[in-house]
């Protein structure tokens, strides 16, 4: 498939300096139920997360990964209700985990995944956070707890009333998913701060499943804090006036030294207008 089949449109572009060249590009629907456009999108996030996570200011970070599921009645519901179960409870958590973080806002990155489990099947999520010193902290903490409990009791002691509210991080953000009315988390992992591995635990899951995902229209799949951001559209602040077209007409050639096709890389000749055939690309008509 060599462009959107949702879209029959391009964007042509000259350029201000007066010189004979049109760029083109095909416009495409971006939604991740299309064949053309769900890996387009999954490439360009890659990317950008790749990038972005390679940056001065995220290249310290140490990352934790979890798997959230939708509360077991929004299951009974719908997929969508399992969608608005996870935005409501993410919201929700999102402050949770910020507490749990001394108080710091933190970065994350989050994509939904559907599952066939239940009645409808319904959707989940993976998120990475880079919350992983809290965590490790956390962990530390708990494990300095158990000792002194150990050795109290070797020496006879009483257990301590309070042990029980001491809790290991993976426990406290699962009992918090629950508390924020989703499902449970399902998987959780200390991923640390290497770029590439970090980066591989949301790619993976980018790419996953695209050719079945039904996905509702105009709700972001992939999500990511402020900070982190999300990947821009194309630049058009560089002089240069996008305009919506029907095709490249065989006549353009005339007008034009050079025309290119930027979507497929292609500078377009004469061969792209076979006999009959006066517009490119033929497919569009
Ligand atoms: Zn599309």
């Known amino acids: 498939m060599l462009f959107c089949p949702n879209m029959k449109l391009i964007m042509v572009a000259q350029f201000a300096d007066g010189s004979k060249r049109m760029d083109m590009v095909h ?37 934790v990964f979890v798997t959230i599921t939708a509360h077991e009645d929004s299951h009974k519901i719908s997929p969508q209700a399992t969608l608005r179960n996870l935005q409501r409870g993410w919201g929700k958590l999102y402050h949770r985990l910020k507490t749990f973080n001394g108080g710091k806002a933190f970065d994350y990155i989050r ?34 707890v158990l000792e002194r409990e150990k050795t109290a009791r070797k020496q006879g002691k009483r257990p301590r009333k309070r042990l029980k509210r001491e809790k290991h991080p993976a426990r406290w953000i699962k009992d918090a998913c629950r508390a924020c009315r989703m499902g449970y988390e399902a998987d959780m992992k ?22 079945i995902l039904e996905f509702p229209p105009r709700m972001r799949r992939i999500q990511a804090s402020v900070r982190f951001g999300s990947p821009k559209r194309r630049k058009t602040g560089n ?47």
């Open 239 to 285: 002089a240069r006036h996008w305009m919506p077209r029907s095709a490249i007409y065989k006549t353009d050639l005339e007008d034009y030294d050079l025309i290119f096709d930027m979507t497929r890389k292609h500078v377009i000749s004469e061969d792209d207008f076979p006999d009959g055939v006066l517009w490119y690309p033929k497919e569009l008509k």
């Open 190 to 211: 200390q991923i640390g701060s290497v770029t590439t591995k970090v980066a591989s635990y949301m790619t993976k899951y980018i790419s996953k499943q695209l050719e």
């Open 27 to 63: 416009v495409r629907c971006k939604q991740w139920s299309c064949p053309y456009c769900a890996p387009a999108n999954a490439r360009t996030w890659k990317d950008y997360i790749l990038k972005r996570l390679s940056r001065e200011d995220f290249s310290g970070k140490s990352w």
């Open 111 to 144: 994509v939904f995944e559907k599952h066939e489990n239940g009645k409808y099947g319904g959707y989940h999520m993976h998120l990475i956070m880079s919350i992983g010193d809290a965590f490790a902290l956390k962990k530390d903490e708990f494990a300095q």
